[in-house]
């Protein structure tokens, strides 16, 4: 399963928009119904994790209607990382 982020316009996506790409990296199917991006998913991934590989098997069986994947459009996968930084120091 190869899991991949396409950049978005909205300013509500920022994040980009979650996606499943074939084995290939020729397709790609939209996964907005299972999380809306990388990060959430990762967040629920034991919710997301079975129905992301259901939508990667029915692309890669042609299950679903498809769009062709073209890597410039690929966004950073993880844009924003979560954490936590002290900036306190020691002593």
Request: charge should be negative.
């Amino acid at each position: 399963m190869k899991l991949a982020s396409l950049k978005s316009d909205s300013a509500a996506r920022r994040d980009g928009r979650l996606v499943v790409v074939s084995n290939d990296l020729a397709w790609y199917v939209l996964a907005d119904a299972v999380a809306p991006t990388l990060q959430a998913a990762l967040d629920d991934w034991d919710r997301c994790e079975p129905m992301l590989r259901a939508l990667a098997y029915s692309l890669e069986t042609g299950g679903l209607p498809r769009a062709r994947f073209h890597e410039h459009e690929a966004a950073s996968p993880l844009p924003r990382a979560f954490q936590w930084a002290d900036g306190g120091g020691a002593g």
